[in-house]
């Protein structure tokens, strides 16, 4: 299905405390799979969890990241960018980067997809993705390669090293943003560039229509709560600059958007967007919500099918002109 998507994608271009008890709560089946990650030499044995009929990241990750990594979640992640890219009017970024960059970090890969555009459209460059499993395809372009990687953990790279680091959609999978931007400012190169993205998923309206649907509220307390159950907020837009600012990030540049959910804008452009938006989390409502709802927050388990049937007529609903925010922020490391 997800090869399916690329595809169209293409046509279209052309035309609670801790979650250390996962194992005694869930039946879980380990995946055990080798690993070649682009040019890598070294074999990584990789125990995915499988949580109703799931895949998630390995058990020792079970705190850091609580979304799926296989391919029904890994399309919405396809989806996702398709629609940012849509949103920057066809950009990868919004930093000023030269076009003679040498080395690139993307932080938090997920699927590689911004990694490899950024590879195809600067040739020259070193692009490095990470992630904590190696869900990536093996077709890339040459100069770009994974590895497994905690960007909760110090960082493997020497001081002064990217001239570009670039973090997105990270949002509850970080406990300490301080830390993250720290390793960014100490690995990026004098002169050189970070830009984080990130969504503030709460789903609201300016005019009120929002209302018409509660399981858009009963959505927000959903990751407010688990959040703070987690200890990684889902809401970090503020963390963003002052994470880069104590870093001793200078020059940053903040832009916000508003992302409708659905096709109800009536500006075309938006209305697309939108229209993605939508298809990224019907595509995965259960991704997005099943751990969190059953097992972080332990919510009544048989309400949840109508949690999900709700979301789905919520998201269908043309009178009601709901959005979240996205927020950019990009800063450079002083020379």
């Not at 890994?74 to 980067?97: N, Q, R, V, Y």
């Not at 709560?225 to 870093?247: T, Y």
């Not at 919500?289 to 709700?310: C, G, H, I």
Request: hydrophobic content about 40%.
């Amino acid at each position: 299905m997800r090869h399916f998507w690329n595809f169209v994608l293409l046509l279209h271009f052309q035309n609670f405390t801790t979650l250390t008890t996962f194992d005694d709560a869930i039946n879980i089946e380990l995946i055990t799979q080798g690993a070649v990650l682009g040019e890598i030499d070294t074999i990584s044995t990789i125990e995915y969890r499988r949580i109703q009929g799931r895949t998630y990241h390995a058990s020792k990750f079970a705190n850091d990241y609580l979304f799926p990594n296989d391919d029904q979640q890994l399309e919405s992640i396809d989806i996702t960018h398709h629609w940012l890219t849509l949103l920057l009017d066809g950009k990868l970024f919004l930093a000023p980067i030269e076009k003679d960059v040498q080395n690139v970090l993307d932080v938090g890969t997920g699927s590689g997809i911004w990694a490899i555009d950024i590879g195809d459209q600067y040739p020259s460059a070193n692009v490095i993705g990470t992630d904590l499993s190696p869900c990536q395809p093996s077709w890339v372009p040459p100069n770009v390669r994974f590895e497994i990687d905690d960007a909760n953990e110090a960082w493997t790279w020497e001081n002064n090293h990217f001239d570009f680091i670039h973090i997105r959609y990270l949002f509850g999978a970080i406990p300490d943003w301080y830390h993250l931007f720290a390793e960014a400012y100490r690995c990026c190169s004098p002169g050189g560039w970070i830009e984080s993205a990130e969504a503030d998923v709460r789903i609201r309206s300016d005019d009120g229509t929002a209302n018409l649907e509660p399981v858009w509220d009963t959505c927000n307390k959903m990751y407010e709560e688990g959040g703070k159950a987690l200890g990684r907020d889902f809401f970090v837009s503020d963390l963003q600059v002052e994470g880069m600012k104590r870093a001793g990030f200078s020059s940053l540049k903040i832009v916000d958007y508003k992302i409708p959910i659905g096709g109800w804008p009536k500006d075309p452009a938006m209305g697309e967007i939108g229209r993605f938006v939508q298809q990224t989390l019907e595509n995965d409502l259960e991704g997005y919500s099943y751990l969190l709802w059953n097992e972080v927050l332990q919510w009544p388990k048989d309400e949840y099918q109508l949690f999900l049937m709700q979301m789905r007529q919520a998201l269908r609903n043309l009178k009601v002109h709901s959005y979240i925010t996205m927020r950019y922020v990009y800063g450079q490391k002083p020379e």
